[in-house]
């Protein structure tokens, strides 16, 4: 009541200094903020009609361009749909680095430019060195992968060079991109991604899926994986050959030499061996083609 209420503020005062109660500090109001509905009405059309079964974002290709709309394209949250309950897209550790993502590929689309790269020819032993290391430290340190779990993935291409084989490393390309652009699509590729266990739970931590390197497949907790794929010509997903996971460590250090490196570097010469074959096969066919035509 009304006469009751002095009293009572009176109380409310003193709770916070009387009492360890959780609820010592009082409070006038309540603000529920249980979602959102997105504003579409400065929308065209073909816009509106080409939002996901949510309403909130806009359907996108594997690299944030408006499914049907060549040239629009998303950055920021609103890109979230590509991640939506999956990875980290709707918050701003997450989508700086999809936004990122999506400046390398405007600019490969519009000016012909290249993904940042780095190349190593694997055919010399130190150049081979560096690049083994080179992967063994974005394990380590790589936070767009990482933070975009799923979504963000560092590939390294393979091509033949004019002396041997040629790995190009590239970092933080969109996973469904990847499989979508053609010049990526159709070259042997290996796929660094950091990905959760199947079974994976939050109330499974601290405990570990996995402690060992030979389990490293059944890691429950985010960890590296590696996949090689590869070249296809045909469009959408296509099944790795064979991979790789460094066993989950709860402190996101995979420096051990006999449990995490060892392991991955004779994963990684497996790799090289492998696009070898490749190539030289793919190298065949191609002189087998011309001479017949």
């Not at 699509?185 to 405990?207: A, C, E, I, N, Q």
Request: charged share 20%; proline share 5%; net charge neutral.
């Amino acid at each position: 009541s009304e006469k009751a209420r002095p009293l009572l503020d009176t109380i409310a005062r003193l709770r916070s200094q009387l009492s360890q109660d959780p609820l010592r500090y009082p409070f006038d109001a309540a603000v529920r903020c249980l979602g959102w509905k997105a504003d579409v009405s400065f929308f065209s059309g073909s816009l509106k009609s080409g939002m996901q079964g949510t309403g909130k974002y806009p359907k996108t290709d594997g690299g944030y361009q408006a499914v049907g709309i060549p040239g629009l394209y998303f950055a920021g949250a609103i890109s979230h749909g590509r991640d939506h309950r999956r990875s980290a897209g709707g918050f701003i550790h997450g989508f700086r680095y999809t936004a990122r993502a999506l400046h390398r590929r405007i600019l490969r689309d519009s000016l012909g430019l290249g993904w940042p790269n780095s190349s190593y020819e694997l055919h010399r032993p130190a150049s081979r060195d560096r690049w083994m290391k080179r992967v063994l430290t974005r394990i380590n340190e790589a936070a767009g992968p990482y933070q975009m779990f799923g979504e963000l993935v560092d590939v390294v291409l393979f091509t033949a060079g004019s002396d041997g084989l040629v790995a190009e490393y590239l970092e933080e390309v969109p996973h469904a991109y990847l499989h979508e652009d053609a010049a990526f699509r159709t070259k042997t590729k290996l796929v660094l991604s950091f990905v959760y266990g199947r079974h994976f739970s939050p109330l499974d931590l601290p405990s570990p899926g996995a402690v060992s390197a030979e389990f490293a497949e059944f890691s429950a907790f985010l960890h590296p994986r590696l996949e090689l794929f590869e070249g296809s010509r045909e469009a959408g997903h296509s099944s790795p050959i064979f991979g790789h996971s460094l066993v989950e460590d709860v402190f996101t250090e995979w420096s051990s030499l006999v449990g995490h490196i060892d392991p991955l570097f004779r994963f990684l010469a497996a790799c090289i061996s492998h696009a070898q074959v490749q190539l030289s096969l793919h190298t065949s066919l191609v002189e087998q083609t011309d001479s017949c035509n």
